[in-house]
């Protein structure tokens, strides 16, 4: 069966920060890149950050939205088939659900699969969500 959960979200006070997890089982997580978006109310799920290829590696690849450049990070446990969003710095704006998603790159993952265009109709797995709520 194939799996994302996400963990790790909650209430935070500005300037404070948080680490997400996405959790992956049940496809081969190497040949997915792992892409984290987020969706408040009355606006479209944005892509936030996005991660294929392995460090250990020394091919991978990353993006970041730029409204989250410099502030969060994304990393991997490829041991764990897990994913890590450490978001920095929060401010109410990043208030949202945020979901995990992969999309499948095989043999192109290594320093390719996070090629833009990021967008939630190109993601073949999602996970449920975890809400983040930043207060003043």
């Known amino acids: 069966e194939v799996q994302l959960v996400e963990s790790g979200g909650g209430l935070v006070q500005a300037g404070g920060t948080l680490r997400l997890s996405c959790g992956a089982s049940g496809f081969p997580f190497e040949d997915y890149a792992i892409v984290w978006f987020r969706q408040v109310p009355g606006k479209e799920r944005e892509e936030v950050s996005c991660?294929?290829?392995?460090?250990?590696?020394?091919?991978?690849?990353?993006h970041y939205a730029d409204f989250v450049k410099g502030r969060f990070t994304i990393t991997s446990d490829t041991a764990k088939t897990t994913v890590y969003l450490e978001m920095n710095s929060l401010a109410p704006d990043d208030t949202a659900v945020y979901y995990c998603a992969a999309r499948r790159c095989g043999d192109y993952c290594s320093g390719y699969g996070c090629y833009r265009p990021l967008r939630s109709d190109g993601m073949h797995y999602w996970g449920k969500g975890t809400p983040v709520t930043v207060s003043l």
């Open positions: 991660l294929s290829g392995s460090d250990a590696r020394g091919d991978a690849m990353r």
